[in-house]
């Protein structure tokens, strides 16, 4: 398998899984709604920053390796 195939292969995996837990959070703390504690909010800010930087990363990774001009 070529290093190309591995990087798509990777990124779209690692997409999919931010996808997942953004499905995750979004039922979740959804179904809580206005009997959220503090520490629940905190924990839903985390979730959602680390959801953020796995987008990212995904994303990332799916661009490193295409050619650049």
Request: contains cysteine; charged residues 5%; glycine residues 10%.
């Amino acid at each position: 398998m070529n290093r190309r195939a591995l990087h798509v292969i990777c990124g779209a995996s690692v997409l999919f899984a931010a996808l997942a837990l953004a499905h995750i959070i979004l039922h979740f703390f959804g179904a809580t709604g206005p009997h959220m504690s503090p520490g629940m909010w905190l924990s839903f800010a985390t979730a959602a920053a680390a959801d953020i930087f796995a987008f990212v990363g995904g994303y990332l990774l799916l661009m490193s390796g295409q050619v650049k001009p």
